[in-house]
């Protein structure tokens, strides 16, 4: 029933996406493209790194029966909110959209979210768990003295907490929020912030992310895309600029660069 619902979720999201998303770029990355020499790998946070669908036992929990309709929903309005916060030119950080969508979703679906509640689901948020093949991936490309760095839509603090829980803080070099320019993927200005943190250029930086429109969003600022297509039935967005390759796991990651 959780992989029907997770299917369900990710397209409801892709066409949520593909609607807004289709911003004009400068390259266009083929799939069959090799991807040149990797000096730094930038990764997406959530749903990347850290398994956002970790806090459905948390909701069950406290919902009994209604956990995984209240994830599902959570993580839909919460990337919702950033699309449509980006358009109206309106920002709040991550945090805050991450709370109003917990807070719509309980709405939703007729449930009582008391303020112990809400602060419990949210401060789940700063200890989701990280996917297994995060941490030994990041230290395998660590060793091929890689630079690494996150690039996400969350707030500094959030992001900083997960990767202490996920015990990677060690391994990157830079945690990079949209914070700074107050406007959410995928907008190009995101992914330009990487060479301002890292100082390399854009051929030389691969972005790594399982959310495919974030991906998109990359190639078409330059960027060489990684997809961690994490579900094998999930298509690719039509939105014109496709990952350089297509992975399952972070590990997989190291023979890539080695070769390229």
Known sequence: MLATDRRQFIKTLAATTAAVSAT???????????????KALVFDAYGTLFDVFSVTSLCEQLFPG??????????????????LRSMMNRYKDFWQLTQDGLVYSAHSLKLDLTVEKRTRLMDAYLTLAAFPDVKPGLAALKGLGV???ILSNGEPKMLQSAAKSAGISDLLDAIISVDEIKVFKPSPR???????????????????SSNNWDVNGAGSAGLTAFWIQRAAAEPAEELGYPAARVVHLITDLPALVAGG
Request: charged share 15%; proline share 4%; hydrophobic share 45%.
């Open 24 to 38: 004009r770029g400068i390259f266009a990355m083929q799939n069959s493209t090799r991807p040149g020499p990797i």
């Open 66 to 83: 209604n956990g995984t309709a209240l994830a599902m929903m959570w993580r839909a309005k919460q990337l919702q909110y950033t699309l």
């Open 190 to 208: 995101v992914y330009q912030l990487i060479a301002s943190h890292l100082k390399v250029a854009a051929g030389e930086t691969g972005y790594v």
């Open 147 to 149: 630079r690494l760095a």
